[in-house]
Each structure stands twice: as structure tokens, then as C-alpha cells.
């Protein structure tokens, strides 16, 4: 059976599909708008159980804010051409607005609400038969106050971050949310910071800095031995400067002696209350860095984002936040 011209075009606007797959798949339906519509989602679910191990790690990321509700998605594919492409952008958008009208609070929520002649997830599997790449929906966040500010890094559609405020203050909440998309805080004070992150990095802090008391013990000794640290601080580097008659086998044998000798010894010997004071400063270092009021401000570099909020407004506060990207950092 042919099909016109017409009935391709409306099922292409319907589904969002090719001219082609439109027109094939309307001579499958014998002309049925139904049945060609369920060809095409038939085709994405296909191509979406086929692609399934494929890493969808390209995407477009975007936000928008209404009123005291503010969220991000993120629609991921497999490449950067898709992810450009203004369809796949539209379609983003289009969910990103569902989701905000709805005030969905889960991914699962956005993923059910309707959309054309399906959910959501169909329409995001039906993308899929069109492009022929894996696409799946992730990112989803949300934030809600008195007042909320949305920000796509360099409107690139990689990088965005929402940031609620307990009331308005347009200027200051935009710069707090372009200071969360440079800095890539955790929290939004100590407070925030959970207890097992908080363990975790000073028990770093604590074995940096015995390493860094053993090894300076275990240099002084080197040199004092008359022997470079440089050219025996590895198996290699002794090996490839014995090579270039820079050290001997007598002085690679008087290395090990003295490394093995004099970290064992300072190892067991460390003041342990001199430790815990430097791994506490540099906790402190550390939650300087992730905690958002703590961090310098990326505008004024002299003040911290609590002094610099303190300066707009006394009673200015940050409810929540969030930032999602695509890209590894």
C-alpha cells in the first residue's frame, strides 16, 4: 500500500522519527497511524536491548527553576553528535518540564509520567530506535525554598547546578550557583559533611603524615651516608642509575640497609600527638575546600562565600544545592 506524503508527516511529528522510518513504517501498518506508531517504539525497544552494555557517557544536562522548585536531568547517549542534536535536546527539555510541572521528587516519578502516546520511558526508548544508540535517563535532583536559582555552565548542556535559598536574592544566588559549578563543594558546611567522609580523611591525613616523617628521617640518613635519596627511591631508579655508574652495588646495599633500618625505627617512634595535630589541620584544609561557605569566593577571592552572602544580606542562606555533569573531574 503507498503511503502519502501527508501520513508521513504526521507520524513524523507524533513520533519524532525519520522520513524514512516513518514511511516504512507506515507500509508495514498498511497506512494505520497506531501500528506504525507501535513499529517504531517496537524498533527503539530493539535497539535498546541490543545496546544495553553499551556506556552512554555523552548526554545533555539541563535545569530549570519555577518558582521555590528546582531541578536538573540529565539525558545521556552514546556520542556527541546525538547529544548536540536539537531533537535530542527538545526531548530533554520537554521531560525536564514534565518533571518541574509535576514536582517530581524521584527519577522513577519522571520516568512514569505521561508523554505523547506512552511514559516518559517510551519516549526516551523511542529516541533510541531513531538514533540507534543506547539512552537512558540519570541526574535527576531537586532542590526547593523560598527562592531558587538554576545555571548552565557556558549553556553547554554538560555542567548544571540548582541552589535553593531560604529568600530572594537574585544576584547572590546565581553567584552561588556558578561557585558550585567551579568548585564542586560537598556540603554546605561542616555540618553536611557525613561523619564517614569526615573518618576516612583523617585517617588519610594521619598516614600522609606518618609517611612524610618517615621518609624525611629515612633522607636525612641518606645523605648524611653520603647517598643521593633521589637515585634510590625506587627499585627502578636504582637499577637504571646503577646503569648510568651513578651508584654502586655497595651503595645500593647501604640504601636498602638504611631505609629498612631507619623507617622501622622512626615508625615506631612517631609523636603521636604531633601527628594528630597536623592530620587535623589538614581535615581542616580539607573541609575548607568542600564545604560551600567555607570555599573562597571564585569572585572575590579575598572572602569566603559566607562573608561575601553576609556582606548582600545578614539573614541570606543557602537551603540546598546540587551540580551534575557528564564529565570526569
Sequence with gaps: MAVTMAEITKLRKISGAGMMDCKNALTEANGDIDKAMEIIRKKGQAVAAKRSDREASEGCVLAKKDGEF?????????TDFVAKNADFVALTQAILDAAVANRCKTLEEVKALPMGNGTVQDAVTDRSGITGEKMELDGYNVVEGAYTSIYNHQGNNQLCTIVAMNKEAEAAAHGVAMQIAA??????????????????EIQVAIDKTKKEQVDKAVEVALKKAGIN?????SEEHMESNKAKGWITDEDIAKAKEIIATVSAEKAANLPQQMIENIAKGRLGKFLKEVCLLNQEDIMDGKKTVREVLKEADPELQIVAFKRFTLRAE
Design 229 to 233: 635519596p633521589a637515585h634510590v627511591d
Design 183 to 200: 568548585m564542586n563543594p560537598i556540603a554546605i558546611d561542616e555540618t553536611g559533611v557525613p561523619e564517614s567522609v569526615k573518618e576516612a
Design 70 to 78: 528546582a531541578a536538573i536531568i540529565a539525558l545521556k547517549c552514546e
